[in-house]
């Protein structure tokens, strides 16, 4: 029914909320004409108080005297009477709104009263006096503030009787909501009379006379609010048959799901003395009833008033105590029905699986948007988050608290601190999510931390169940050794840094090992565990002064055994002592605990004593000592940590102190004298404690002290920090920034950066931190004259820190101006994006953002631009940014053809064999910077191949004496006129040999003969210029000079094993002029310690290598790669270096030069596949390796990469039978090779590394996964045939594991696809199975090496593979893509055109199964496991690089039917909230599809089997939902709208489907009239305005 004509043309404006129409003259008239109809006549003044007899016998009753209202049918007659005799009709009618709202309120609970309103709202409507747009949100509003004003006089009622012998209901002002007017001098106040209508006041004897009076008043309020909604569900019934606005819809809807959610308030009503609260079943169960008519009016299918998804987000689902009304029920389950199928197109498949391996280094940030500014304080990495009801990301710290123990998310948690323990993470990364336990936080931080996913709890368990791990370890006889080492070096991290409550730490222990494990405490493993931690303070206090020190006492001492296993063995010492050594802090600590100390390992400290005396104190030759020393020195750590210290401190200063020699008689410095540094195998025993000390002890030799450091004292520093890089990690800017004054401490603390600790760096996440700190060094000393050295140590150690990072970064810690770094560093600054950027992709998308910005810092200081061959390789993103920069170098040849002569006079005067040195100072102090930076080429133009033209002396002090800054200046510009003249003399007919020739003895004037300049930053300088064709020629001919490769190689000859922690022979200190060349060592009176001019080219050496490559030079880089192959081998990062050329140029290497980059490595030492040699060496033509051997290397990466499961996972068989397999505990270690069948070379797996071992990458998971990588990357044949391969072994993976274990018990089960059909479309057919068979793969021995059942174990291969694949590059993942759709679109049951829509829909939900419970029942389909390798590949994936999941749809349209558009939005919806930070993105992938949308019900599609919109109602639900969340920019809140632009889009592909589905997307649109989110935009834009 549509509204009059004449309401129509009336204007839209809702009533004033100004009390101007209380006194209008219309409105007394109005009023009495409804009292009339009402029949209530004037009996009191409206501010007389209604009065009760002052006692019952006084009470009368009488019978009112009136005349009958007139008939209903007279009242349009007498307003229309009203409406001729009144002015404007638009005041009439918000006067008459007003009014009838007024009367609703005091009339709902009189049911004549109520029908007669109702009819009267009828009439006045059908005559244009009732606006529903206007007068719906106003008597809602009216009604919101009765509501409240009753409750606030119950409250206030009650209140008053506790305290009160007289109750008295205080006047309730009248409550005006938007359009309702106060009362008139001749009309009862709406709300004020109902309360007192009902008001219970008097003087009453008794307390529970009171009692019961305020209780009969509390009945009848809640009987009058039930009355009230019931009239008001009525007449929204009445307005909502009219066309009303959406946001009028929206108002109702709100108001009806705040009553619902609200229906059990108690200020209705008031508890009796039994507990039970009062209320009217009836009166409540009709106005439910009629709430819910009103919500299934609004959410009908056919009219859409308001979108069900708003019933989704309303949380009616979630009400406590739920009403016994079947109507509500039935909603509450639809809603929940809905839901689940809603949230599924949010969730991954697997998702419960995805967790971090911790096989790459980035840490992805995953920021809440629109949190408050003190929450920003706290935010945090969020490395798992726990999905919502709605399937939404969740995390927080109120939300982890609140996951019970056991749970799957609980499990989850666990099983990712579980692998983090095992694994050794990042510390960075601890720290983004560690949380301080309750017990040790203070007081001043308020409330929850957002992004905090653990608790401690879930840590306490995880740290208990790898103590139990490694017990179970140790008592099979394996050398687990190390594991502990590395154990205990996160475990006291852990424990300083408070994440657990240690008291109930120990008490959850002690129930553990006495419980379902108490036979596996056999040795004194945890008791030397704990005295590790002993000394930290948090310890301390719980053993000192806590509540329940004694008890904790007691049960700390309760994990000693006695271990003599072998009593020279050190472990086996310092396991037999540590008993006593424990005993000897605790009685230290307090007397109270003595009592239960035992003695005889209190005595036992003597023999400890004893061996100190008469071997300790004195000097003793650590190289040599025996094993039992060894074990003693360690025990002696734990007792005597000072005096150990000491001693340490005495044996690396045994050989004395020496004068340094070549210095002035008056200007002596003293220099420790050199002996060997402490081996490794001695310092891994020493305690924390011993540790820490010595650090610190050693830092105040090393920075303070002024006798100059032995190389042996900085090494062993440097292995300290190296061997427990969690808890001794230092930053040495923060620590040592007074000292940096100093030369030598600055030189000292950039040479130990530099050469010793650069991986621990990037290991620790501090490398962007140090670069700022390092590039505040460069900036400050490139103009500060005569001060060379420091300034290209800090210069190279820069270069290598740009060169490690692997992860998008700002230039400046403030990201605020132009950048300090030099031209170089800015160039390596680009090289570096660009090798990340094409290898490694860009992980948020914040940083896409800042890339342009960055870029612009980076090229404001750089004059520099890329010829064409270095930019083809550069990914789109830099290429697009860089191509149109203007080149400048013709401008600079210009320059210096301008000023040659001036130049080319004043180098003559300066450089010529007679001039004069005091020219020198002359020509400083008179020469301009413009023609400074041309000395080196007027220089060159002298020699003209004959160095003895000039004077090296003046040359060599003028280049001394200028800034660093003007030498780089020089050393460009010295290229630039190089290139130039190389040309000129061949136009002048010279040949080219003879002009190289010329300038090979030139260039060894200046760097072999008088080493004036760096050779690093030329060669940079020099292959920058690759745009010239002889620039890489002379690059060729530099590293091919005997010379340098003299120089070399004397260096690898001094420096020993490129693992300086494995060397334990004095080091040889080199003379400062031998190792560092006249330019730099010139008047430095400062030793080096590791630092030469040699080692300065290990950053150049791999650039010089992609430059040859760009340059299609394979043949000049397999010669460069050969000849400093063992030079590279000291390279920091090689592993880095080989993995990334590797993926940069792939698809553009041959065969050889692959194996010269893989023999950088040192083979043996990479856990490699048993035949990955075979394939790579292959001298025939290329085959693929069978799938087998990807099936090993998957296999690998399930054994050593993924987070292993434990038996409560839910991926787990349902039979039980191989529980104790399941448990994590079961797992083998990293590295421990189960028999022969494990994949790799044995020498490549001897147990857990510790970091010292594998800084490069950092972690053994990243060694792992990052080898499997350079396998991939390496192997002789196309990228679409290796996606081919693994994708097969995922498709048929279920089924293949169940053949090989249990012969046919796949088919038999009827898991082939010729079965049931299509109720079971199963991806493991008969002739899948055949097919993988025939390809080779042998899997009989896969589940025994994995330790999982073949269930577990094919979903782990699943997230194994995505894991793999997403680690390589973008050429890879378009093969992905390719092969995914293939076997998506040749599923058969999905383009069989005889199967009715309910089998396809029946064969989707089976199919899309997640993969870990399709196995459990062997269901497991080929499209469900594809699915599920793109999900988990996606999650693995940086944010750039998902702009190229586009391509899956592509290939699958056009979609035809709706089960494929089902398998659209299950493959790519997931993907949507991931998006919600990346607007272009998300709208471009949610226009696609829509687009698929338009396929099937598009108006003029033609689907083989008619659809009905209804049947993907869920995924017009989705669509809703995820456009709230990315307008959100995270979790959907009752205020989150879609963007304008967003609905702008929708509304677009809307227009191009059928109508029925146009209209289940008409809220989804950016026009106010049809819908609500629209209007809302509206609203919020006039509020803004106005």
Sequence with gaps: MDQSQQQQQRTVAAPSSSRSYQFHPARAAIVDLFNLYLGRGILQKPDEPIRDPPNKSQKRVHAPVRDLPPGNEQFIVDFEKLQTQLGDPDQLRAITESVLISIVLQCSNHAPRAEFLLFALRTLCGIGYVNWDTFLPSLLSSVSAAEASLSQAATAGSAATTSSSQSLVPVVPSAHGVGSPGPSGNEPGSVTTLSKSLDVSGSVAGQTVRDNAVRNSQRVRAAAINSLRQLSCKIILIGIEFNLKPVTHSEIFQCMMSWLVNWDKRDLGTEDSAGKTWRSEKALAEWLRSCLEVIWLLVEVGKSRVPFYELLRS???????????????????????????????????????????FGTHRISSQTTANVSAEAVTHLRHSPITYPSVLGEPLSGEDLAMSIPQGSLDWERAVRCIRHAIRTTPSPDWWKHVLVVAPCYRPSAQAGPIPGAVFTSDMICEAIIDRIVELLKLTNSDANCWQEWLVFSDIFFFLIKSGCTDFVDFIDKLVLRLNGDDNNILRTNHVTWLLSQIIRVELVMTALNSDLKKVETTRKILSFHREDRTDPNNPQSVLLDFVSSCQNLRIWSLSATTR???????????????????????????YMNLDDRSIGMFWVVSYTMAQPACETVINWLSSAGVAELPGMPPNDRVMMMQEVSPLPMSLLSGFSMNLCLKLALQMEEALFVSQVVPSIAMVETYTRLLLISPHSMFRSHFTRNASLLSKPGVTLLILEILNYRLLPLYRYQGKSKSLMYDVTKIVSAMKVKRADHRIFRLAENLCMNLILSLRDFFSVKRDQKGPTDFNETLSRITIMTLAITIKTRGIADADHLVYLQTMLEQVLATSQHTWSEKTLRHFPSLLRDALIGRVDKRGLSIQAWQQAETTVLNQCTQLLSPSAEPAYVMTYLSHSFPQHRQYLCAGACLLMQGNPDKINSANLARVLREVSPDEVTANIYTFVDVLLHNVHVDLQRGHGLEEILSKHDANLAFFFWTHEMLPLDIFLLALIDRDDDPH???IAKRI???????QRINVFCGNRGNPEHWLCTQVFK?????KALGNHLSFKDRNPTFFDDIAARLLPVIPLVVYRFIENNAMDTADKILTAYSSFLAYHPLRFTFVRDILAYFYGHLPGQLVVKILRVLGLSKIPFSESFPQYITHTGAATCPPLDYFA????????????????????????????????????????????????????ASEGQKAFYQIQDPGTYTQLVLETAVIEILSLPVSAAQIVSSLVQIIVNIQSTLIQSGNGFHGAANGVGQGSVLPTSPSGGSTDSMSASRSSCMNTASFVSRSGYTCQQLSCLLIQACGLLLAQLPPEFHTQLYMEASRVT???WWLSDGKRSQGELDSAVGYALMDPTWAAQDNTSTAIGNVVALLHTFFSNLPQEWLDGTHLIIKNLRPVTSVAMLRVVFRIMGPLLPRLANTHALFNKTLALLLSTMVDVFGKNSQTPVPVEASQIADLIDFLHHVVHYEGQGGTVQSSSKPRPDTLALIGRAADSLRPDVQHLLSHLRTDPNSSIYAAAHQNTAKTNTS
């Design 1039 to 1045: 590293l091919e000079r005997p010379e340098l490769l």
């Design 1031 to 1033: 620039a890489l020629i």
């Design 595 to 621: 009592a239960y100390l035992n003695n005889e390992q209190l005595l036992k400290g003597k023999q400890i004593d004893e061996w100190w005396r008469s071997k300790g104190e004195r000097m003793m030759d």
């Design 315 to 357: 949380g009616l689902q979630f009400i406590e105590n739920i009403p016994d009304d079947e109507g509500l029920f039935t909603l509450i389950m639809e809603i929940h029905r809905r839901r689940d199928a809603m949230a599924m197109h949010m969730l991954m498949l697997d998702q419960h699986l995805h967790c971090p391996t």
């Design 1192 to 1243: 090993n290397l998957l296999l690998n990466l399930v054994n050593n990469v993924i987070p292993p499961l434990s038996s409560s996972s839910n991926c787990s068989s349902r039979s039980g039978s191989m529980a104790d397999i399941l448990n994590s505990s079961a797992r083998l270690p990293h590295g421990k090779t189960p028999g022969a069948s494990q994949p790799g070379p044995a020498n």
């Design 1069 to 1073: 200190r080199n003379e400062l002029q």
């Design 1385 to 1387: 679109r040749e599923t």
